[in-house]
Structure formats: structure tokens, C-alpha cells
């Protein structure tokens, strides 16, 4: 059942890759959830653990609030992928095999994540407005979970946690351009929806059978 799980939310993804760019709809926020809720059920029927099943699943009420488009949802949004970050970064501090890793032997990337951190605070939050106080706590929340990956050994179904944490960052980042420091007719605006949604589903995809 948890592989018919994988291929449906897989077909939602691509299904609303299609859809990304056409205007909000209940049924383009109801694929772009479900193509994550999806991935939180099949770790639940496969056993997998609870605080993967609650990340998952926090991140698809995510999807749905940000896909309403407007400004109370955009915040509802913003607060389940925060809470989502956090369960994240729980379940990678407590997985088991996460004593075999040392923060100390990946330092450049750590170094590199505080240094990102610094350069999006000093961008984000001039320019952020009235949303300038959840926009510069959500960059230590985002950046905490890509730290807590960091401890976990890169070997086996575990190696893919890191680069889906990458991803993540990566389309928060992106998301976080578009709306705050790219001018609404820009051109590149055509091709975020497109970086975005990959690297954002396939993070999620990711973190679900590496840890599942």
C-alpha cells in the first residue's frame, strides 16, 4: 500500500507542476496538498517515525494555507512550515544513528549555512515590511533544521536527509525572492514557480523514504 501511496502523491506532484503557474483554484490547492499528505500517510502505514509523519503533514497544511493567496493564509502558511522545520529537526537530533556524527568534521558547511543565514536576514528584513518579525525568525528555524541534518552519518537511505534539507532551504529561499525582493514584473517570476515546486516536493520525497 505505502508504494500505491508514493506513485499517487508522485502523479499530484507532477500534476500540479502543470498547474503552478494558473491562478489559485480549490482543485490546484487540493493536488499541491495532497501531493504531500500523501507522503505523511504512506510513512504512517510504513511504520515510519511519528515526528516524520507530523512534518509531513505540517507541510502539506502548509501547502494548502499558501495556496489560498491571501494574506492571513500566507501567515497560517508561513507558522505550519516553521512548525514543520522544527518537527524536522527533532526527528534528525533524536534518530538513533545521529551520535555517529560530529558537526565538527562538516564545519564549512555549517559556516556556510550561518553566512547564508546572515546575507537573507540583511536582505529580508529591510524589505519585508510589516512582515519583517516572522520573516527574520523563520531564517534560524529553516537554517536549525539544515544544522540538524548535518549530524546525521551520510550513509545508506540516511545520505539523501542532507540534500533534501539542501532543497528545502534552497525553495524557501527562492520563495522568500520572489516575494520580497524581486519587482512583480520581473521575468524570471515565469520560471520561480518551476525551481520552486521540484526542489520543494522533492525534498519532502526525500526526507519521506530516507527516513520511513
Do not use: N
Not at 539544515?146 to 520563495?175: C, E, K, N, R
Request: charged share 10%; aromatic share 8%; proline share 7%.
Amino acid at each position: 500500500m505505502s508504494h500505491t501511496l508514493f506513485w499517487i502523491a508522485a502523479a499530484c506532484a507532477l500534476a500540479y507542476l502543470a498547474l503552478t503557474a494558473r491562478p489559485a483554484s480549490l482543485m490546484r490547492s487540493a493536488i499541491k496538498t495532497a501531493s504531500v499528505a500523501l507522503l505523511a500517510l504512506m510513512a504512517l502505514v510504513a511504520g515510519g517515525p511519528m515526528l516524520l509523519v507530523l512534518a509531513l503533514a505540517l507541510c502539506a497544511l502548509g501547502d494548502w494555507l499558501l495556496s489560498r493567496e491571501t494574506e492571513a493564509t500566507f501567515m497560517a502558511g508561513v507558522g505550519a512550515f516553521a512548525a514543520g522545520h522544527l518537527a524536522y529537526a527533532a526527528l534528525f537530533l533524536t534518530h538513533p544513528a545521529s551520535e555517529t556524527a560530529r558537526l565538527a568534521s562538516v564545519w564549512p558547511l555549517v559556516a556556510g549555512l550561518a553566512v547564508l543565514g546572515l546575507v537573507m536576514a540583511s536582505l529580508l528584513g529591510p524589505r519585508a515590511g510589516a512582515l519583517r518579525a516572522p520573516v527574520l525568525a523563520y531564517i534560524p528555524i529553516i537554517l536549525g533544521m539544515g544544522l540538524a541534518a548535518l549530524t546525521l552519518p551520510q550513509s545508506g537511505m540516511l545520505a539523501w536527509v542532507l540534500p533534501a534539507a539542501a532543497a528545502f532551504i534552497a525553495s524557501d529561499m527562492i520563495l522568500a525572492t520572489e516575494k520580497f525582493l524581486l519587482p512583480p514584473d520581473h521575468p524570471a517570476l515565469r520560471l520561480t514557480p518551476y525551481l520552486v515546486w521540484p526542489l520543494y516536493w522533492g525534498a519532502q520525497m526525500g526526507f519521506a523514504l530516507a527516513l520511513t
